[in-house]
């Protein structure tokens, strides 16, 4: 907004309706408010949770995410989320969860944290140098805190073990088990951390660690390709040019220390520069890292090679570019410090012993279970001769008992026992009748009227005021209606909305009247000191691929938002519409009032007594 300056504090309240949620471009939605992310590109079955709800909804193209949200992929599904102040970029494998845990400023400084729940995910973090220095990027998972500033690297979970695997391409990582205590003191906490360089990897699970560094291992790349799906290998190939940028900065970095005597860029850090020897093969090896990729990708038929020539096309320098021909096997000795390879080998053969424990263990649990096992089929055994002699014995007494009968009373027997039998094999059911599904679309009318959506009213009854939004004009066969979306201002100072984020249904409202629909207002705190905008949305969508066409011809409530009057005066106050948007299925706009950022509609609030 323009001129805020001479403006009182301001509340922003947005509201989205979301009917089927099919891929929308990027652009379709353009609403700036707090810190947030947006979804780049959705491929497959992409869902988002909103904060503090349960459902899940379809994601697309241009759907913002905010802290607190949840982005899952399903099978074949992959998604690319960008922090929309900081373009750092994640690309999420398929069977991945993603939390938005932080997404807030602390002064000046942005911190931006993520939860790995499952899956893989490829991780650019645009460098933090200068005023963004201080600035903080974090991934977390369960078993492992990864840290970057300026870094191209990738998270992994293995799905049966929870381990998490995470390898560097570029940049420096730090990498840490989680603790309970977050107050320990720095030494605590340095026992717990590694930095992590490209071409190396560490994989971290729940057991305690002594030493960081004697988990850091050269890059497996066949095991990573095995791991991670094809959409990640490919946004991983696409970003070499950068790569090999920050590679080369890193190397002549390398070169300048090693001229000054130091071998070891960190004590954190199993990595040792020992001589020009040394430092000419990882040199090598960061030129070839992602050629090495790339090849162990095309050879598992992961990816193809026009996604290596996409890549080469950003290249100038000829010699960087990738070339699977020329591709150099990386050399596993480059960089490898001798004290960290020491404590290898030793947490090697403690190891080993554990192993060997484990095994004797294990053979005993199954000479155990052999023993438990024949008992049982033993008493099976015992159960099946005591039951086939008892039925025996009860037939025997049966024939004797017929033996001592007259005809007529045998006769009489056998036809009670036959009704016996039939009375207690008897069955009934029901079938239920067949119901069918309301449509939630009508048919459009032969007269084209004007769209409009507009901001009819602002009640206040002393406690509340009423904001109520009017929608129209949609009946033509290109003005099926799939999503819109709002911006209310208002002064936070006097107003305020603490309702629940999902509306009751109303048969009333717009999309209130359409079967498995959904509504949700947001309004999430404020971000930083001086941050007066607020937010909230509402989502609508209907179970499945397709469905139905939603017209709206005449005039209809769209929604009414229960703002809270912070006191008792409403006298002065104001509801601006500052923004909307009605989209079809496409993401073509079929209604624009983004230009009221500039100029918002101002409606006065009156009392419910006043007539208008």
Known sequence: MKNTTNRSRLGLVMLAFFIVMTLIPASAFALASERSATILEAGGGVTVRIAGGYASYPAYAGMRLHEGDTIETGEGAHAIIQVDDRKDRITLGEHGELFLSDLKSQGKAAITRFALLSGSAWSHVEPRTGHTAGERFEIRTGTAVLTAKGTYFMTIINKK?????????AGIVSAASPTENESANRSQEENKTVFVYPAQQINLDSREVRELRAKVEFIDIKKLIDEIPPKVIESIVKDHEEIVKENEQWA???????????????????????????????????????????????????????????????????????????????????????????????????????????????????????????????KKK????????????????????KEQLDEAARKAYEENKRKNEQSSSGQSGTTPPATSSPSPGSPPS???????????DAISDGKTVTASLYLGGFDQPDESIYAVEVQLLYDDSRLSYHGKNIVSPSSGTVFGALPNSLELLRQPPTWGENATLYYAAAVSGVAGSNAAPLFVADEKLLVSIPLQLMNTNDEGLVIQLAYFKVLDKDGNVLLDGSHLADDPIKVAVRPATESR
């Open 161 to 169: 073990t929870g381990e998490t695997t995470m390898v560097v391409a």
């Open 446 to 456: 032969n007269i084209d009227k004007e769209e409009t959506l507009v901001l009819r």
């Open 382 to 401: 015992l159960d099946e001769t005591n039951r086939k002699a008892a039925e025996d014995e009860s037939s025997k007494a049966e024939e004797r008992l």
């Open 252 to 378: 002549e970095q390398l070169r300048e220390q090693l001229e000054a005597g130091v071998m070891r860029p960190s004590e954190l850090a199993n990595f040792q520069i020992r001589d020009l020897t040394d430092l000419n093969k990882v040199t090598a090896n960061l030129d070839n890292l992602v050629g090495n990729i790339a090849k162990q990708a095309i050879d598992a038929h992961k990816i193809e090679q026009k996604t290596i020539d996409e890549a080469n096309k950003k290249v100038d320098d000829p010699l960087k570019k990738i070339d699977l021909s020329k591709v150099e096997q990386l050399d596993r000795t480059a960089g490898l410090d001798p004290e960290v390879e020491a404590l290898k080998q030793a947490a090697q053969d403690g190891t080993q012993r554990l192993l060997e424990e484990q095994r004797q263990l294990l053979e005993n649990q199954q000479r155990l279970a052999s023993l438990l096992q024949k008992i049982e089929a033993d």
